[in-house]
């Protein structure tokens, strides 16, 4: 595995004697070479702090997370890892190509091939007219493909990005999800969060939820376009042995003035038609709707936000 | 070992581009140059102020540059979180503090270097302009002595900042805290002095003052130690033993300072 998060929890003291935070709370997930992991949630959900958790920036109130096999506080574990922070920040009187250099340098890249790599690079980013250009003078997109740049010198087998696509134009967008398809192709194992869930549905294997410091969900993509294509069923004539046949398949039943309505996805509507055709109940209308990760989102953060409602 | 200097160059690069030292170097100047104007003021004491105003004007562009730009370099780079980019790479959290360390020696060594050579070179025209007289008790050998205490003194105060930086998260805190160490480092041998001498005789301090004073000397840096001006302007050379001695005081004190930087920066948690 190249990722293995092991329940993780990390707890904050908000000032002195303050009261304790819980920003991630039994967080268990792995991640295996080659896949692109997304995590998604909404802002404060504990994503930033998990990547961050990822890198040895902070240490876990308990729990335990390896990268390839090594603890994140081993510095060797960043050997073959790149990173871009949410929010970059670099040092703004050096140009793009300097601090590549030192990325390639303190990487072990052979010097030899520093030069090759890092136009490549730059060409890639389509930052080549402003790579000898001082950083403070770079627009915030333009300093976000020039962190991509200096993650991605090295060409590491793990790829950590929190948010990269924030501050990026429409060009830069499809420059990011280009060069996310192609390190894809190229086996590297790639772990982001973001809050373009359009990007992260497009370009992840398995997703991850995350609300209120917690993993609420992890859908692979096959799971991700099973749940989102939802059926919904209109029906009367509902006996009670039907109506427990039919929900014993998983379906949710919705009892309204002279019809039920079943919600089902796709592969239950098989067994629910047989059921239905058995049982002689009349189907009067079938509605299949296209769920998108964003309803599946909206969706699985909505309990967490009455729980929090109800508990202020 | 390899990463350490890369980043001591990185930190070199990004502080040598820095306007504020520019600022500084070109106010250095200038005070320097005015000396020039100024000798013919002083007469007979004219090597003596010349020795004494030279060594000044550079303690001060290194106290400017170490507390105004050395900060920056160092405090901002948590405030800011670019050190999340530096850490994102092998580096372990002592190299981190390594790296910024002789990044920022490096830029205050070669600063007050172009410093002490332009010195040199006002020092040579005046003296060699019809006022040797003056330069009877002028030696290069003492110069040179006094502005290498004077470097000994930055490689110290550098590792206090490194100290302050690694435990708070404000340049504006490691600025204060600095400031007062070197405020007190400047004191204290005045203050330890006044409390075994002069208190003691007229009976006006307790036995709690005195426990505090006896023990603040060995906690805070003797800074004043370091300030061998006086007798550089007389011509006085240090001796080998004592010059041996503050160096490795300076080295010793400014590596606890630094392992200690490291021992709380390990523990310590980037958000």
């Known amino acids: 595995m190249s990722i293995i998060c092991n329940h993780i929890d990390k707890t904050f003291k908000t000032g002195l004697g303050g009261k304790t935070v819980h920003a991630v709370t039994d967080v268990s997930f792995e991640v295996s070479p080659g896949e692109v992991f997304g995590i998604v949630g909404p802002n404060g959900a504990g994503k930033s702090t998990l990547l961050k958790m990822f890198m040895g920036f902070l240490r876990p109130s308990s729990g335990e997370i390896t990268l390839f096999g090594k603890s994140p506080s081993d510095p060797l574990s960043r050997m073959n890892l790149g990173y871009l922070s949410e929010n970059p920040c670099f040092y703004e009187h050096l140009s793009a190509i300097e601090l590549m250099q ?106 991850a939820i995350m609300c209120n410091g917690g993993l609420k969900y992890i859908l692979s993509h096959e799971n991700l376009i099973e749940q989102g294509k ?27 003035e002279n019809q039920t309505i079943i919600f089902c996805s796709q592969k239950q509507l098989k067994n629910i038609m047989n059921i239905t055709a058995a049982y002689g109940i009349k189907t009067s209308n079938i509605d299949v709707s296209s769920n998108t990760l964003e309803q599946l989102f909206l969706d699985a953060i909505s309990v967490d936000v009455v729980e929090e409602v109800c508990h202020v | 070992m390899k990463r350490i200097q890369a980043l001591a160059i990185l930190t070199f690069k990004e502080g040598i581009r820095d306007r504020a030292l520019y600022g500084i170097t070109i106010m250095a100047v200038m005070m320097l140059l005015a000396t020039i104007l100024l000798t013919n003021l002083f007469g007979h004491e004219l090597g003596k102020v010349m020795v004494d105003l030279c060594l000044s004007t550079i303690a001060f562009a290194g106290l400017l540059l170490t507390f ?31 790296g910024k360390y002789f990044g920022l020696i490096l830029l205050v060594f070669v600063s007050l270097f172009l410093l002490v050579v332009f010195s040199t070179g006002i020092i040579f025209i005046i003296k060699s302009a019809d006022a040797s007289l003056y330069f009877k008790d002028f030696s290069w050998i003492c110069y040179f002595q006094a502005f290498a205490f004077q470097l000994m003194m930055f490689v110290l105060l550098n590792a206090v900042i490194i100290f302050f930086s690694s435990i708070t998260s404000s340049s504006f805190l490691t600025l204060i805290f600095s400031l007062s160490v070197y405020v007190t480092g400047q004191s204290i041998e005045e203050v330890v002095s006044f409390f075994k001498k002069e208190a003691l005789v007229y009976n006006i301090t307790s036995p709690v003052n005195q426990f505090v004073v006896e023990y603040l000397q060995y906690v805070f840096p003797n800074l004043s130690a370091f300030d061998i001006k006086m007798f550089a302007s007389h011509g006085k050379l240090i001796s080998i033993s004592h010059t041996l001695s503050l160096f490795g005081y300076s080295i010793v004190y400014s590596a606890l300072l630094l392992f200690f930087a490291s021992l709380i920066f390990n523990k310590r948690e980037l958000k």
């Open chain 1, 102 to 207: 030192f990325s390639a340098r303190v990487s072990g890249v052979d010097s030899k091939k520093t030069k090759n790599k890092i136009s490549r690079l730059l060409k890639l980013m389509n930052l080549e007219h402003a790579g000898k250009r001082k950083l403070r003078g770079y627009s915030k997109g333009m300093v976000q493909r020039a962190g991509i740049c200096f993650a991605l010198i090295h060409d590491p087998d793990l790829i950590v990005l929190d948010e990269p696509m924030s501050g990026l134009d429409p060009i830069g967008r499809k420059l990011l999800v280009d060069l996310v398809l192609d390190l894809k192709s190229k086996g590297k194992t790639i772990l982001f969060c973001s809050h373009i869930l359009n990007d992260v549905e497009r370009l992840c294997d398995r997703i």
């Open chain 1, 230 to 256: 939802q059926v919904t069923l209109s029906v009367s004539n509902l006996t009670r042995e039907g109506s427990e046949k039919i929900g014993s398949t998983g379906a949710i039943l919705k009892v309204e």
């Open chain 2, 68 to 98: 105004f730009v050395n900060i920056n370099l160092m405090a901002k780079d948590i405030d800011k979180r670019t050190v999340y980019s530096v850490l994102s790479k092998p580096f372990s959290r002592t190299e981190y503090i390594m």
